[in-house]
Every structure is written in C-alpha cells, then in structure tokens.
C-alpha cells in the first residue's frame, strides 16, 4: 500500500465545509483512494473511494489531484455526528485485500 | 450497504481464561475476512487474514497459537483469544469483503468488541 500523510486534527465549525487533506505521493496506476471514518467506540465506516476522476456520493466529495499524488475528502456542511478520525487509505482494490490504517485526522466540530 | 456484525460488543473476562469473538457477515458471503487490533488513541493494526476453509495468515508479531481463527464458513469467523491477559485488552474489530467478481471490493466492518482482561 501507498504510504499516506494526514494532519493529525483539524477543527470545523457546524453547518461550515470542511476539506480534509491527504497526501500519497508514491500512489501506482492501479491504486484506488479510500476514505474511511471511525466514530469513537466504533469500527471504521466506508465513505467515499476514487480512481482518478472526483466523486461525489451522499456523505462526501472526493477531489483527487491530476497527478494523482494527493486527495481532498470535503463534508460540505459538517455536523456534529461528523466528528470522527477520518482515514484515507490507498491501495489496488483488484481484490479483496486488507486496509494499512495510517493515523488518520481527527476531525472535531464545533457547536 | 452490506453489514457485518460482532458478537458480543463488549467482554469482560479474568486472567487465563479463553474469549471467543465472532463475526459474521449478515447479508453477503465473505470467503476472506480480517481481525484487526486497536489500543486507545492509536490506529487500527490488521492482526491476520481469515480464508474460508482455510488457515489464517497471521501478520509478523502475532502469535498464531494465542490468537485463533477459524472461518468455517462463507459468513463467519471467529477469533478465539487463549489464556487472557491484561495486555491483550483491547478493540477487537473485523472486516469482511464481498467474493471477488472483479472491479471494487468494498471492505465492510463490524461495530468492534471490546474485551477487557482482569
């Protein structure tokens, strides 16, 4: 799997976009991008992946650099049930494989 | 989306004795499942791989014998943890993935358990 870099927290305010980084510089041709989330006491929770073009689904964005080397999770409006350690993973997904779990970005919202 | 559930959510046992942790996927067959370990404030660590009708492929530095797997079937596994110890307390959490057809294998994870050692 393709090393990651997150930030180790970032803080949002309610009801305001939020833009989480993370940068894969060694990432192949063949590997997909993977957002997971874990609320506390919980197990990780799938969000959104990609291959090279953004995606957009009912959680989150995905915006995925031209070269592919780095990635933007964006919560268009944060909520307090947002706050969690958000992963980005990255790795081929031809099978089913296991996920390296960096340490991710904890994500706090303010009221 | 499919779900995998955790059986039990949390467990509280003594020193020496055994705990049994299952995990099943409930709407899906999962020929390979995975166990992972999370001690407070630090990440998820895969502890090994659980093949259907197979043996378990532990990562370095697990030990086989403590931590046994058994996946007898396209649904469930199950970690055993033998002879407990305080340090083995932790979060215990498994992930499981639709059978391969190519394309994207999303992984789906239980809600974790935690055990907690006397």
Not at chain 1, 59 to 70: F, Q, V
Not at chain 2, 82 to 92: K, L, Q
Request: net charge negative; proline share 4%.
């Amino acid at each position: 799997d393709a090393k990651t870099t997150q930030p180790n927290s970032m803080e949002s305010n309610e009801e305001e976009p939020v833009h989480l980084p993370c940068n894969h510089s060694t990432i192949s041709g063949t590997d997909y991008i993977h957002w997971y989330r874990q609320l506390p006491s919980q197990g990780p929770e799938y969000v959104i992946h990609g291959l090279t073009s953004n995606v957009n689904n009912r959680m989150a964005s995905l915006a995925i650099a031209e070269d592919r080397k780095s990635s933007t999770l964006i919560l268009h409006r944060a909520t307090l049930r947002d706050a969690a350690v958000y992963y980005c993973i990255v790795h081929s997904s031809g099978s089913a494989r296991q996920l390296t779990f960096g340490s991710g970005t904890q994500l706090t919202v303010l009221p | 989306g499919a779900v995998v559930s955790q059986h039990p959510s949390w467990v509280i046992c003594k020193s020496g004795t055994s705990v049994k942790i299952e995990c099943r996927s409930l709407d899906f067959q999962a020929t390979t499942m995975f166990w992972y370990r999370q001690f407070p404030k630090q990440s998820l660590m895969l502890m090994a791989t659980s093949n259907e009708g197979s043996k378990a492929t532990y990562e370095q530095g697990v030990e086989k014998d403590k931590f046994l797997i058994n996946h007898a079937s396209l649904t469930l596994s199950t970690l055993t943890v033998t002879s407990a110890h305080p340090e083995d307390s932790s979060f215990y959490i498994c992930s499981a993935s639709e059978m391969d057809r190519g394309g994207y294998n999303e992984q789906f994870f239980g809600p974790g358990t935690r055990l907690t050692v006397l």
